[in-house]
């Protein structure tokens, strides 16, 4: 005789046994992900930063992840409009800029800081024996920009500043994008440029502070810098801490197991989390695209007055 308990009994076998078998079904289509992330460093750094979180990623899904260093931050985006990129780490502009042009994929969580927030700022720098001390001192001069997807290397800076009345691209005497934040911050330092966009967390937390501690800033004639040779003279108003993203349309199974892995990485693999930062991070934090409904909104900003000029 059939009575509520049993059919409730009979309904949570049925679910447990279809369980391992949904898995099944999504690895026959997915043997393999692939992890993307932006170029916010040079090559080698960036390989070394994120290979044990896909060495993570593969543990904790069952299937190998592998790690796609794009070229540029447009590389993820159409990695991910592909489906060749099921996983991604992108910058909120570039986060914005997939949404925007029609990328099914959908924010799962992002890095929560020392600061205790997940978010950070933009920045602009000088040389501390520049005789630069504000940004309408920089009339005329020129700009290291990081990447038009760049939201603190570009987005923001081009945002903020018209906000302040000025217009970068009409303002600067020259701007040019120097494709990754190191490689603005090395256009600064080597005389190249008179001044960078970046990113920048805390004093004691940005790009400029992790190129420092490898070592990596020197300037024209091969002489280590220091944080105290540069001056800061420009910080965006806060912008939302870019987020890790997966394709809309995969299983809801797989992307409930890549969820679940985001979650638990700062526990079950601390290493690897840490990595993410130098240390600096204290946890993830889950974000939904109402998150970055500003950034959606900044980038529509930006787009108009580009087509405006």
Same mark, same amino acid.
């Given at each position: 005789?059939?009575n509520r ?7 949570a076998? @049925?679910?447990?046994?279809?369980g ?14 692939t ?9 080698s ?12 990623l593969?543990?904790? !899904?069952?299937?190998?992840?592998k790690?796609r ?6 590389a993820?985006?159409? $990695?991910q ?5 099921q996983?991604?780490?992108?910058g909120?502009a570039s986060f914005?800029r997939?949404?925007?042009?029609g990328?099914?994929?959908?924010p ?8 205790g927030?997940s ?12 005789p ?5 001192d920089?009339?005329?001069?020129s700009?290291?920009l990081?990447?038009p ?5 570009n987005?923001?800076?081009r945002?903020f !500043? ?6 970068v ?9 120097a494709?990754?934040?190191e490689?603005?911050?090395?256009a600064?330092?080597? $005389? ?12 004691t937390?940005?790009?400029l ?5 490898k $070592?990596?800033v020197k ?12 001056r800061?003279?420009f910080?965006?108003e806060?912008?939302p ?12 199974? @797989? ?11 700062p526990?079950?693999d601390?290493a690897?989390?840490?990595?993410l ?9 889950p974000v939904?695209?109402?998150?970055y ?8 900003h930006?787009?108009?007055?580009r087509?405006?000029?």
């Amino acid at each position: 005789m059939l009575n509520r308990r049993t059919l409730v009994g009979a309904a949570a076998a @049925l679910i447990l046994a279809a369980g391992p078998a949904l898995a099944q079904d999504w690895k026959a289509k997915y043997p393999e992900l692939t992890l993307g992330v932006i170029p916010a460093e040079n090559a080698s750094g960036t390989v070394d930063r994120w290979t044990p979180l896909t060495a993570y990623l593969t543990k904790a !899904l069952g299937v190998p992840v592998k790690l796609r260093v794009a070229n540029d931050y447009a590389a993820v985006i159409e $990695g991910q409009r592909a489906g060749n990129i099921q996983i991604a780490f992108y910058g909120p502009a570039s986060f914005a800029r997939a949404v925007i042009t029609g990328v099914k994929i959908e924010p799962v969580v992002n890095q929560k800081h020392e600061t205790g927030v997940s978010g950070y700022y933009s920045v602009i720098y000088v040389r501390a024996d520049s005789p630069y001390k504000t940004i309408e001192d920089l009339k005329g001069k020129s700009l290291a920009l990081v990447d038009p997807n760049s939201t603190s290397g570009n987005q923001a800076p081009r945002f903020f !500043l018209h906000k302040a009345g000025h217009d970068v691209d009409k303002f600067f005497g020259k701007t040019f994008y120097a494709g990754s934040h190191e490689n603005a911050v090395l256009a600064l330092a080597q $005389g190249t440029a008179d001044a960078a966009a970046n990113f920048w967390n805390s004093d004691t937390d940005s790009n400029l502070t992790r190129m420092l501690t490898k $070592g990596l800033v020197k300037d024209a004639d091969g002489k280590p810098l220091k944080q105290s040779d540069f001056r800061l003279i420009f910080k965006s108003e806060f912008l939302p801490e870019g987020p890790f993203a997966v394709l809309a349309g995969l299983p809801d199974d @797989l992307k409930a197991t890549i969820r679940q892995a985001f979650v638990d990485l700062p526990t079950k693999d601390k290493a690897a989390f840490d990595k993410l930062s130098d240390g600096k991070d204290q946890g993830l934090t889950p974000v939904t695209l109402k998150d970055y409904q500003p950034i959606i909104e900044m980038l529509r900003h930006n787009d108009d007055q580009r087509k405006r000029s």
